[in-house]
Protein backbone atom coordinates (compact mmCIF):
# COMPACT_ATOMS: atom_id res chain seq x y z
CA UNK A 1 0.00 0.00 0.00
CA UNK A 2 1.54 3.16 -0.73
CA UNK A 3 0.09 6.67 -0.79
CA UNK A 4 0.77 7.33 -4.64
CA UNK A 5 -2.42 5.16 -5.41
CA UNK A 6 -4.21 8.08 -4.27
CA UNK A 7 -2.64 9.95 -6.73
CA UNK A 8 -2.32 7.91 -9.54
CA UNK A 9 -6.90 7.22 -8.93
CA UNK A 10 -7.18 10.97 -8.98
CA UNK A 11 -5.61 10.94 -12.54
CA UNK A 12 -7.63 8.11 -13.75
CA UNK A 13 -10.69 9.57 -12.20
CA UNK A 14 -9.58 13.40 -13.79
CA UNK A 15 -9.48 11.75 -16.94
CA UNK A 16 -12.55 9.89 -16.12
CA UNK A 17 -14.66 13.37 -15.76
CA UNK A 18 -12.73 15.17 -18.84
CA UNK A 19 -13.76 11.89 -20.92
CA UNK A 20 -17.49 12.13 -19.73
CA UNK A 21 -17.34 16.14 -20.25
CA UNK A 22 -16.35 16.37 -23.86
CA UNK A 23 -18.16 12.46 -24.75
CA UNK A 24 -21.88 14.01 -23.59
CA UNK A 25 -24.32 13.87 -26.54
CA UNK A 26 -25.30 16.99 -27.17
CA UNK A 27 -29.15 18.14 -26.26
CA UNK A 28 -31.29 19.73 -23.90
CA UNK A 29 -30.35 17.85 -20.94
CA UNK A 30 -26.43 17.98 -21.53
CA UNK A 31 -25.79 20.30 -18.83
CA UNK A 32 -27.77 17.64 -16.44
CA UNK A 33 -25.88 14.41 -17.88
CA UNK A 34 -22.33 16.11 -17.41
CA UNK A 35 -23.06 17.65 -13.90
CA UNK A 36 -24.18 14.02 -12.76
CA UNK A 37 -21.19 12.25 -14.66
CA UNK A 38 -18.59 14.35 -12.91
CA UNK A 39 -20.21 14.51 -9.49
CA UNK A 40 -20.81 10.62 -9.79
CA UNK A 41 -16.97 10.08 -10.45
CA UNK A 42 -16.07 12.63 -7.56
CA UNK A 43 -17.84 10.91 -5.15
CA UNK A 44 -17.24 7.60 -5.74
CA UNK A 45 -13.62 8.52 -5.69
CA UNK A 46 -13.84 10.56 -2.68
CA UNK A 47 -15.48 7.11 -0.92
CA UNK A 48 -12.28 5.39 -2.80
CA UNK A 49 -10.14 7.80 -0.80
CA UNK A 50 -11.67 8.02 2.66
CA UNK A 51 -11.74 4.03 2.82
CA UNK A 52 -7.86 3.69 1.19
CA UNK A 53 -6.32 6.23 3.66
CA UNK A 54 -8.50 4.80 6.64
CA UNK A 55 -6.89 1.32 6.15
CA UNK A 56 -3.79 3.18 5.30
CA UNK A 57 -3.40 5.43 8.53
CA UNK A 58 -5.80 4.35 10.77
CA UNK A 59 -6.59 6.92 13.68
CA UNK A 60 -6.32 3.46 16.52
CA UNK A 61 -3.47 1.01 16.60
CA UNK A 62 -5.24 -1.72 17.29
CA UNK A 63 -4.26 -3.28 20.83
CA UNK A 64 -4.35 -7.05 22.22
CA UNK A 65 -6.18 -7.11 25.32
CA UNK A 66 -5.92 -10.64 26.71
CA UNK A 67 -7.51 -12.75 24.02
CA UNK A 68 -6.40 -16.30 25.74
CA UNK A 69 -5.75 -16.46 29.50
CA UNK A 70 -2.22 -17.76 29.84
CA UNK A 71 -1.18 -21.54 31.05
CA UNK A 72 1.20 -21.41 33.72
Given at each position: MSGFTIIWMFLAAAVASAASYV???KGINQTVIRTMLVMT???CYMMWALC???QLHPLINPTRVGLRPHHE
Open positions: LTPIVCYLA
